[in-house]
């Protein structure tokens, strides 16, 4: 079954923005696969803003979040994968969800294909 993680952080998402707030991300920043700016850490977790106007080409899918955001004024490409995200609320009354432990299946991703897929062209003699 897929993990109802992500479809929860999308609606808590937009509703925050339909009520003209600001979204705040609460990530787990121990989690292997994230990728935070690690000097705004505390506590293991980070709390980041992920207004439209504080990121770009943000990406909320099945699998992660990502986006590209300044911090003391250095870019960074952010990638938050879907189970290291804990909360998504608004900075003006913290209203929103805080998400319920949850049973994430391993990706196949991690796993290592025997034969890697060739990437471009390839040329065959043909007679």
Same mark, same amino acid.
């Not at 929860?8 to 998402?13: I, Q, S």
């Given at each position: 079954m &897929?993990?109802?993680?992500?479809y @929860?952080?999308?609606? %808590?998402? =937009?509703w925050?923005?339909?009520n003209?707030?600001t979204?705040?991300?609460l990530?787990?920043?121990?989690h292997s696969?994230a990728v935070?700016?690690?000097?705004? +850490?505390q506590?293991?977790k980070?709390?980041?803003? &992920? ?6 080409? @943000?990406?909320?899918?099945k699998v992660? +979040?990502s986006?590209e955001?300044?911090f003391?004024?250095k ?6 994968? &879907?189970? %290291?995200? @804990?909360?998504?609320?608004?900075k003006e ?6 998400f319920?432990? =949850?049973d994430?299946? =391993?990706s196949?991703?991690?796993? #290592?294909d025997p034969k890697?897929e060739? #990437?471009g062209?390839s040329l #065959?003699v043909?007679?």
């Open positions: &897929i993990p109802k993680r992500s @929860l952080l999308n609606a %808590a998402y =937009e925050v923005v339909d003209d707030m979204p705040y991300l990530v787990d920043a121990t696969d935070v700016p690690v000097e705004f +850490v506590d293991g980070i709390v980041l803003n &992920i207004s439209m106007n504080a990121v770009r080409n @943000l990406l909320m899918d992660a +979040v986006f955001a300044r003391s004024g870019p960074m490409q952010v990638y938050v994968p &879907i189970q %290291a995200a @804990l909360a998504v609320y608004a009354d913290g209203d929103g969800l805080f319920p432990e =949850e994430f299946p =391993e196949s991703s991690n796993e #290592k890697p060739k #990437k062209f #065959k043909v007679k």
